[in-house]
């Protein structure tokens, strides 16, 4: 568990890394940081302007300690996010940022319904190579309930909306730790 404190220097930090970049600096990160964020874990950095998403990208897995993950994802979503155009200087002061900091994903048997937590828990469906994840505070801003969270997490994968009831499929929920810039 993080604090709020924690949290605003984990948000700092992506807004940080996304102005270093425009300003084409080198992104600087202090030992207090690296030391306080050096545990490896799963994150999602999500960036929005005028409550409209601008970029979302993130880490399922704990691969890299939490500030450079961080750094990666923050840059990610500002200028690699294949959905949307780069992020420019003009744009700077109206984006948000929010920073999800995952637990492990945890594999789940069906029925699926009966272990999910709309607003709670995020959820990975995964079949063959194809993969789709949707963080816990999606479905409450789309106001889904589980099925359509299932359904969509499954089209995010790039299978059909019922791909999650084949026996095939894997499904995995998790839980984040989420930090919004007001």
């Known amino acids: 568990m993080f604090s709020k404190n924690d949290g605003n220097k984990l948000l700092e930090l992506a807004r940080n890394t996304v102005k270093a970049r425009l300003d084409s600096e080198d992104i600087k990160v202090s030992d207090e940081i690296k030391k306080r964020f050096s545990e490896k874990k799963g994150v999602f950095v999500t960036i929005t302007e005028d409550k409209e998403l601008r970029g979302c990208i993130g880490y399922i897995e704990p691969i890299f300690a939490l500030w450079k993950a961080i750094v ?5 979503a500002a200028f690699e996010d294949p959905r949307f155009s780069q992020i420019a200087e003009s744009e700077y002061g109206n984006l948000k940022f929010e920073v999800s900091v995952l637990t492990e994903p945890e594999l789940i048997k069906a029925p699926y319904e009966e272990k999910i937590e ?4 995020g959820l990975i469906v995964e079949q063959g190579g194809f993969k789709g994840l949707l963080l816990p505070q999606v479905a409450p801003e789309w106001k889904w309930n589980k099925k359509q969270f299932l359904e969509h ?3 995010k994968a790039g299978l059909d909306k019922d791909a999650y009831k084949n026996k095939e499929t894997k499904v995995y929920r998790f ?3 989420i930090f919004r810039e007001d």
């Open 118 to 121: 709309i607003g709670k828990h």
């Open 153 to 155: 997490t499954s089209m």
């Open 175 to 177: 839980s984040c730790e």
């Open 72 to 76: 990666n994802t923050a840059t990610g």
